[in-house]
């Protein structure tokens, strides 16, 4: 008897989706991307990482709000995806109806927050106190949504009233509820991960979370959860506002290029051990726990 075979019917610029009847079955893959583009080079173990840390952090937040995690085992899952290239790096998960909104929050002021305070001493539109410097943190995180692009376009940061209007167009009498909800889910997951993260001597700068609605209209966290590639992280020790700080993300990567404009979208082998090295630390920083597939 032949195994059935899947194709992903959705491929984003790092993971593959696919349909597994009632559920979906999403794949990490090792490619990376930066500035929109998906770089020549695969990261080893980065996508087994990135759902592993997933994991962690579902099953950690789960008293705060559901999320569509079902297994990681591939055991549980048809037996194509028995494969070792799928062992480790796949999630099978409740489909859910993706609200069009990318749930951003800020706990710290850097990256394009920081180069928007310098203009205006506002972030998103956001009015923010004079005197921060570069990495302050903020006196309370702040929630910036955007809208969610179309792969190669640039998602766009809308103000929290007109997330509003967004959702009002598709859910009529029920656009503020949902905003109200997403706003206040990210705010909460932020504040308990990004707390727990500082006792593992990790700073969460910022983030993104997505959302949808399972069959009973309820708001449900899907997607990924604070890994490398969704969340700034820095290292806790040598934290010192004024200046950009190291990280484990990938703005090692993201500097790597900018400062090296003829990449061809092609890293040197060093950067990739180091961005590997990285994304391992972070895991083990935060789960306690030794990396293995």
């Known amino acids: 008897m032949s195994i059935q075979e899947f194709k992903p019917f959705k491929e984003g610029k790092v993971r593959e989706v696919y349909d597994n009847g009632d559920s979906l079955i999403i794949v990490a893959t090792d490619r990376i991307s930066a500035f929109d583009n998906i770089l020549k080079n695969k990261i080893t173990d980065k996508g087994a990482i990135l759902t592993q840390m997933s994991k962690f952090w579902f099953d950690y937040t789960k008293d705060v709000v559901h999320n569509h995690m079902l297994s990681v085992d591939v055991k549980d899952m048809p037996e194509y995806f028995q494969q070792e290239k799928f062992d480790g790096n796949s999630m099978m998960c409740k489909k859910l109806e993706m609200l069009p909104i990318e749930c951003i929050v800020r706990g710290y002021i850097t990256g394009s ?11 998103c539109g956001i009015k923010l106190p004079e005197g921060l410097v570069e ?43 949902y905003a109200t909800q997403l706003r206040d889910k990210t705010i909460a997951l932020y504040k308990k991960c990004a707390e727990y993260a500082l006792s593992k001597g990790i700073i969460i700068a910022d983030t993104k979370f997505e959302f949808g609605l399972n069959e009973d209209g309820e708001v449900v966290l899907g ?4 890994t490398p590639d969704s969340s700034r992280f820095w290292p806790l020790e040598g934290y010192k506002p004024g200046q ?18 003829d990449n061809d979208n092609l890293l040197p082998e060093e950067v990739v051990g180091k961005t590997i090295e990285k994304y391992k630390e972070a895991f083990e920083l935060l789960t306690g726990k030794e990396f293995s597939r």
Do not use: C
Not at 113 to 123: L, M
Not at 244 to 261: G, I
């Open 113 to 123: 927050g920081w180069a928007s305070y310098q203009e205006n001493q506002t972030v």
């Open 135 to 177: 990495s302050d943190k903020l006196a309370e995180p702040i929630y910036t949504p955007s809208t969610k692009a179309e792969l190669g376009d640039h998602d766009e940061n809308i103000s929290f009233e007109e997330s509003i209007n967004v959702l009002e167009k598709i859910y009529p009498g029920k656009g503020e509820y």
């Open 223 to 226: 997607d990924e959860m604070l």
């Open 244 to 261: 950009s700080q190291p990280s484990f993300d990938k703005q090692f990567v993201r500097d790597w290029l900018k400062q090296n404009k």
